[in-house]
């Protein structure tokens, strides 16, 4: 079929259209349905399933990112460095999502690829959540809900006592992790895994997950852990507890000017840094470009190799 350069013009001219359309719609923040991507290398981990879940696992899209959600089986998704380039570290790494929902693109697969690359090998923890609605319909308006009218004044506001976070269940979530856990020390061989140098990193949910681990499980004995934008109010920290690495934003609705968590691993005597960047928002992942938390992932990487976890260590 023959073109005349204005037809070509026109055809190059819609095309690039069309793939603008396409990006700009990837990176709002409407939530869109998803093909359930293929996951070949996840392990099942058997931990059982939902109570009262009766929805199908699902996928969405939002802000460009893959996300998973009603899910009722755990799995381990193994990310391994390249051969020859392995130093014995292995991570956890725990996507958030309220517990309702998995960011597994933004704050899983992408930050365990970037820490394979650096030798690490990573493991994506695709835990189990609470029930959603079926509908995708159904659960967009259940994550947008009326929200309550203003106080009638501001002596009415100044007075009222700030609303208390839900209590959550995680039991589900704490026997998945410690499956995870488990299953890396089995097959910690076959990985070339040092089994005294597993850490765990989580974001927003999966960074309470984190915590929970740290200061509720009986069978993990973590070596270092990387809450990122968590919840940030003060715990009672075991005396066995793990150097921690801490990242949030200012202008994330989780910091609210705390430093609790810290200043308890502080007064623990418990090796902690912290970086507090001036923004960054909630669910940056491992980065976005023109914020100052953007650069989280390097000094994350430079604590680890100043406590000597990047490097291999002599096999005893």
Same mark, same amino acid.
């Given at each position: 079929?023959?073109?005349t350069?204005l ?10 259209l ?14 869109y349905?998803?093909?359930a991507p ?6 099942p981990?058997?931990?059982?399933g ?6 199908p696992e699902t ?14 089986k755990?799995t381990l998704?193994p990310?391994?460095?390249a ?5 014995g ?12 929902? $998995?960011? /597994? ?8 690829q970037? %820490? @394979?690359?650096? #030798? ?6 695709k ?17 947008n ?11 009415a ?7 208390r976070m839900?209590q959550?269940?995680?039991?589900n ?8 856990y488990?299953l890396?020390?089995k ?21 309470? $997950?984190? /915590?929970h ?8 004995? %973590? @070596?270092?852990? #990387? ?10 920290v ?5 150097p921690?690495?801490?990242v ?8 609210k000017?705390?430093f609790?968590?810290?200043?308890s691993?502080?007064k623990?005597g418990i090796?902690?840094?912290f970086?507090?960047?001036?923004n ?23 604590w ?6 990047l ?5 005893k």
């Amino acid at each position: 079929m023959n073109y005349t350069p204005l037809k070509l013009a026109k055809r190059f001219l819609l095309a690039a259209l069309l793939v603008s359309s396409a990006t700009a719609m990837a990176q709002d923040g409407t939530i869109y349905p998803l093909k359930a991507p293929a996951e070949p290398k996840a392990i099942p981990l058997g931990t059982g399933g939902v109570e009262g879940q009766k929805a199908p696992e699902t996928w969405f899209k939002q802000w460009g990112d893959p996300m998973a959600r009603n899910i009722s089986k755990a799995t381990l998704t193994p990310f391994l460095p390249a051969p020859g380039k392995a130093n014995g570290t292995a991570v956890i790494v725990a996507p958030g999502g309220g517990y309702r929902w $998995l960011s /597994m693109g933004n704050e899983g697969w992408e930050v365990a690829q970037a %820490l @394979a690359d650096k #030798g690490i090998t990573a493991f994506v923890l695709k835990y189990r959540l609470h029930p959603t609605p079926e509908l995708l319909e159904e659960f967009t308006a259940s994550m947008n809900p009326p929200r309550p009218a203003p106080p009638a004044s501001a002596n009415a506001s100044a007075s009222a006592t700030p609303p208390r976070m839900p209590q959550v269940d995680l039991s589900n979530q704490l026997q998945d992790a410690e499956a995870a856990y488990a299953l890396i020390l089995k097959r910690a061989k076959e990985w070339g895994v040092d089994t005294d140098r597993i850490g765990m990193i989580g974001f927003s949910a999966g960074a309470g $997950l984190t /915590m929970h681990a740290t200061l509720n499980s009986k069978t993990m004995k %973590l @070596a270092f852990i #990387g809450p990122i934008y968590g919840g940030m109010g003060p715990v009672e920290v075991p005396k066995n507890a793990p150097p921690m690495f801490n990242v949030i934003a200012t202008d994330d609705f989780l910091f609210k000017g705390q430093f609790g968590v810290v200043d308890s691993w502080y007064k623990a005597g418990i090796p902690v840094e912290f970086h507090l960047y001036q923004n960054g928002g909630h669910g940056f992942g491992i980065g976005n470009p023109d914020r100052t938390s953007n650069r989280w992932f390097d000094a994350f990487m430079h604590w680890l190799d100043v406590n000597k976890f990047l490097k291999p260590q002599a096999k005893k």
